[in-house]
């Protein structure tokens, strides 16, 4: 038997079954999908084509049947790259018929749209083209924006970023060095087949986890006592996480691994420029509150100054 494969139970990573690829994959498709908000995003489907005033009869040019088959050949591809290639093949230039050549930002030249259906390219309108393909006005605009003066489409630079969200890298070393630290005992039982160590059974998870804490001076929400801020510290505040603890930790919550501006740049912004007016309910609940000496009577004055 081959020891080496049989070590550990830890799960591989299968990102293809991951919700957020699933419904990318839906999406791209034209699928219903789950949006982040988690909302159910009906199917896409082929919209009614322009009106007969159109001036390029659009209309008469495609019969439903082939306008469906456009639309289903365009989600078929599933893939937001090369389904705007497929785009900007199908638009070309057309000169616009007035054209201030002094002006700052000239006008750029309009896009003419076209399908290609039995091996002829046919002219349509912009409507036709994004009801056909049920695609947003956007998506042109990005399409254009994105062919730079080669005519080469960008990829899609979305989640290929090199700023992801990770833990601490010195967060997780002391976390493996904690871990390392704890003594082992090799198992009775499975010593021949398997090379995992284990620790003593008495502790679970979650104590090591309150160990390390006490340890390493980590401290977690839930654990917050007392918060504290200082006017010269924007960037920080303090905890106690015991009402028997002397000193305040300081917590650090500026982002360290992302460039942040100096704070000398930095400016505030007023909230508010002036007195804000309490609503009447706000008022009438309030004085309930100090009639019914639930606010502290200590307090009273105050709020006679105020309602
Ligand atoms: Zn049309």
Not at 181 to 205: N, W
């Amino acid at each position: 038997m081959d020891i080496s494969k049989k070590k550990g139970r830890k799960r591989s990573s299968d990102p293809q079954k991951w919700r957020q690829n699933i419904n990318k994959v839906l999406r791209n498709t034209g699928n219903s999908y789950e949006s982040k908000k988690k909302e159910t995003v009906p199917p896409r489907q082929v919209k009614p084509p322009c009106t007969e005033r159109c001036r390029l009869k659009c209309s008469e040019k495609f019969t439903s049947v082939q306008r469906q088959a456009l639309f289903a050949a365009f989600w078929a591809i599933g893939d937001i790259d090369k389904q705007r290639l497929f785009i900007n093949s199908c638009m070309s230039n057309v000169s616009p018929r007035y054209k201030y050549t002094n002006a700052l930002h000239p006008r750029q030249s309009n896009k003419a749209f076209h399908f290609v259906m039995d091996g002829k390219t046919i002219r349509v309108c912009k409507t036709f083209f994004i009801a056909t393909l049920n695609i947003s006005d956007r998506v042109i605009r990005t399409v254009k924006q994105k062919c730079d003066k080669l005519g080469i489409i960008q990829c899609d630079p979305r989640g290929k970023h090199n700023n992801h969200r990770t833990n601490d890298e010195s967060l997780i070393l002391d976390i493996k060095k904690f871990i390392d630290a704890i003594p082992r005992i090799e198992s009775h039982y499975t010593r021949q087949t398997s090379t995992r160590e284990y620790i003593d059974g008495a502790k679970s998870i979650k104590d090591i986890f309150k160990d390390f804490k006490e340890n390493k001076n980590y401290i977690s929400w839930n654990d917050i006592k007392i918060i504290k801020c200082e006017k010269g510290e924007p960037f920080a505040f303090f905890v106690k996480s015991s009402y028997k603890d002397n000193e305040f930790k300081k917590i650090c919550v500026r982002n360290k691994r992302k460039k942040m501006k100096p704070l000398s740049e930095l400016t505030t912004v007023k909230a508010y420029t002036g007195k804000q007016e309490l609503s009447e309910n706000k008022k009438k609940d309030l004085k309930e509150l100090v009639d019914k000496n639930l606010i502290p009577h200590f307090y009273k004055d105050f709020y006679d100054t105020i309602l």
